[in-house]
């Protein structure tokens, strides 16, 4: 068979006054700019598992338009990922196809947790993780006999089955940096999360072994890459990352991943971090202070509980010259209007090397949703395009929807300046000598 796979990338943001505002910033946008250039790891993963005897295409939505014939193309089977951002475009594309008679299957995120709704406009839904059940869906469309859905939303899929994702498919000099997973779940259930936790119920661990050699396959296209580690939570396991950073230190690659802030408690795992390439951590730090952190993490309250930490956490893992990317949450309960300048004030108490900002987004399938949901908070519950971390699709119960838009950009535009990101780098710098000198 032909089979095309096709990933949803690119950004999105519905509100076209504050995209193209986002867009004149230069910071504003730039971590989901990083997100948007990556190629797709699940559609990859599937790739690499597809038999041989297949022709398997990579596409990544925009390239659709350079490719004539689409999407009447000469393909016998197209499988679509789709985050909820994306998922009205991803349906608008397999129906054209399905009006060409070529079979389609969706998964991803959304689809796991909307089947149904998936179901209206393709021939397959992908429940969950995709590893367990793509032959069959392969097997199943040589014969003409496709089931309408597939999977569960947590299977027993072992990530020491975890096929090598076909990266040889991408074309080295398109992507600043390629993702391999460590790692799915996270022991923290945060409310508004939508990331892996919403396809594994547990925390799973992929081999060493496995990883080192995705990372090999890698470096034999790019030959000193930056590796994104798609992890919800990467360094859980230490005794797994103080095992495995020695082996990375070996292979001369930069990298970045995501993590709380419990990787600042070890000093000997922060230092094996830098020497091993590691350049940025993501950590969400969600709120200055405690506002509308109680009850966010739904295990132990393990923010509420922490928030108190954030400032010598950060300063430990940036002395050990690993620079922090602190996530913010605009619009959690208890949130108001002033809530912009904490944040600005706070980022600069913490002398974060970077920022992120995004407003709360009751993506579907979080507890998030289904308490918005219950309360009336939503406004537009099924309008998918506004599910981007940038579109306000809720009432705030501090302020209005409008007044939590114009603190979003309003921050932004304080948050980017030029004056302020020169600054925030030009302190990583200085407290690093400081760090260095002191030792």
Same mark, same amino acid.
């Given at each position: ?12 943001? *519905? ?14 946008? *730039?971590? +989901? ?16 598992? #597809?038999?041989?005897? =297949?022709?398997? #295409? ?6 659709? +338009? ?61 429940? +969950?993780?995709?590893?367990? !059940? ?33 990266? =040889? ?38 081999? /060493? ?11 034999? !296209? ?19 990352? =103080? ?22 408690? *070890? ?8 020497? /091993? +390439? ?27 509980? #922490? ?17 922090? !990317? ?34 709360? #987004? ?49 921050? /932004? ?27």
């Amino acid at each position: 068979m032909n089979i095309a796979l096709i990933a949803m990338s690119g950004i999105r943001c *519905d509100d076209k006054e504050l995209a193209a505002f986002g867009l004149s910033l230069p910071g504003f946008l *730039d971590r +989901g700019k990083t997100i948007a250039s990556m190629p797709s790891l699940a559609i990859l993963t599937l790739a690499g598992l #597809t038999p041989p005897q =297949h022709r398997v #295409t990579y596409i990544e939505v925009p390239d659709l +338009g350079q490719m004539p014939g689409l999407p009447e193309g000469d393909f016998d089977l197209v499988a679509i990922s789709s985050y909820t951002a994306q998922i009205l475009e991803a349906y608008e594309l397999a129906d054209r196809f399905r009006a060409a008679k070529i079979p389609v299957v969706i998964g991803g995120p959304h689809a796991s947790v909307m089947p149904h709704e998936a179901a209206q406009h393709c021939d397959a839904v992908v429940i +969950g993780e995709g590893e367990p !059940i793509w032959l069959q869906i392969i097997s199943d469309a040589e014969r003409g006999e496709l089931q309408p859905f597939y999977g569960a939303q947590f299977s027993a899929f072992k990530m020491e089955d975890a096929p090598m994702p076909a990266f =040889h498919l991408l074309q080295p000099d398109r992507y600043n940096r390629l993702t391999v997973q460590t790692s799915r779940g996270c022991p923290h259930r945060c409310d508004f999360c939508a990331a892996s936790i919403l396809i594994a119920n547990r925390y799973k661990q992929k081999p /060493a072994r496995k990883v080192l050699a995705e990372i090999d396959a890698i470096r034999e !296209i790019w030959r000193h890459p930056f590796i994104e580690f798609a992890d919800d939570n990467s360094f859980v396991n230490r005794e797994y990352w =103080h095992g495995l950073l020695p082996e990375l230190r070996k292979r001369h690659i930069r990298w970045f991943a995501e993590t709380d802030l419990t990787v600042a408690d *070890d000093a000997e795992l922060l230092t094996k971090m830098y020497d /091993a +390439g590691c350049a940025q951590v993501l950590i969400g730090l969600e709120s200055p202070g405690a506002i509308g952190m109680d009850g966010m993490e739904l295990n132990s309250n393990f923010k509420w509980k #922490t928030y108190a930490k954030q400032k010598e956490a950060v300063k430990r893992i940036q002395a050990h010259g690993v620079r922090v !990317i602190g996530c913010f949450v605009l619009g959690l309960d208890g949130h108001g209007p002033d809530i912009g300048d904490r944040v600005l004030d706070y980022a600069q108490e913490l002398e974060l090397f970077d920022v992120q900002i995004t407003v709360q #987004t009751p993506f579907p399938g979080t507890p998030l949703y289904a308490r918005y949901k219950f309360e009336e908070r939503l406004i537009e519950p099924e309008n998918w395009n506004k599910y981007t971390l940038f579109d306000v699709n809720f009432r705030p119960d501090g302020m209005t929807a409008k007044e939590l838009r114009g603190v979003l950009r309003d921050l /932004a535009e304080r948050m980017y300046s030029s004056e302020l990101t020169q600054a925030r780098r030009r302190r990583f710098r200085e407290n690093l000598r400081a760090a260095k000198q002191a030792c």
